[in-house]
């Protein structure tokens, strides 16, 4: 288990102090990737063998808001594979207490060809730990959603989203979805559960075309973008009052 300290800054966090989802993604990653680090699995050595790690599916529950300026400890450990995937938890305590939880399902990827490769191309053991903090990762987040779809605009693919792998990177995904939601009050409401799924890459130059739909208990929003008629991600938001 790899744990860290996670201390907000101003650009990660909304008008009313809560914690951006993107940002809270980001940190996520990056502590997984730290772990990864520690390991001697590092990105640049795994891009030496031709592959890297595409993350598909996302589920982050918040107890409660992360607010600033308080200072958690973000703990992350990985999960022994199934199938095809790859799982990683991950925990946001604050003196102790646990404010978060999250599981996300990751895929190995040749990065020349971009086909997926098994888990026994792996070079090495993953020191995976037999511990799931029990977070549901939803397969079909359209399926587990109740509410009229309707198109929400175009987005285009900017340099400044893109990361080392060369699309669009998992946090941004977020703030699209989030940058949808103007039907909830930003002073007094927070992001308390986020779901994701990344069915198909993004790249520069391309225009997701995006479709959201608010549930009729006003409580979640549902995203989706596709592109060139190939959905690109899903992604439900769950919103609670501060």
């Not at 549902?222 to 938001?237: I, K, Q, T, W």
């Amino acid at each position: 288990m790899f744990t860290t300290p996670l201390k907000l800054t101003s650009y990660d966090i909304h008008p009313n102090d809560s914690a951006k989802m993107s940002s809270l993604l980001k940190y996520m990653q990056e502590a997984g990737r730290d772990n990864l680090d520690q390991l001697g699995f590092t990105y640049h050595a795994l891009r030496d063998i031709g592959m890297f790690f595409a993350l598909t599916r996302l589920t982050l529950e918040m107890k409660k808001p992360f607010l600033y300026p308080a200072v958690a400890q973000l703990s992350t450990w990985p999960r022994p594979s199934e199938g095809l995937y790859f799982y990683r938890d991950f925990e946001l305590d604050i003196e102790s207490e646990s404010i978060a939880s999250a599981s996300t399902q990751w895929v190995l990827m040749d990065f020349n060809s971009r086909k997926l490769l098994r888990p026994k191309a792996f070079p090495k053991d993953l020191c995976t730990v037999d511990k799931s903090n029990n977070v549901e990762i939803t397969k079909s987040l359209r399926s587990v959603f109740n509410g009229v779809i309707n198109p929400a605009g175009l987005r285009a693919v900017r340099l400044s989203d893109l990361d080392q792998n060369g699309h669009l990177n998992n946090a941004i995904y977020a703030d699209i979805a989030t940058d949808l939601c103007d039907a909830f009050d930003y002073h007094s409401f927070y992001v308390n559960k986020i779901q994701i799924s990344f069915i198909n890459e993004a790249y520069l130059g391309d225009c997701i075309d995006l479709e959201m739909g608010v549930d009729e208990k006003k409580s979640q929003v549902f995203v989706c973008g596709s592109r060139n008629d190939a959905v690109c991600f899903e992604c439900l938001l769950g919103f609670e009052k501060l």
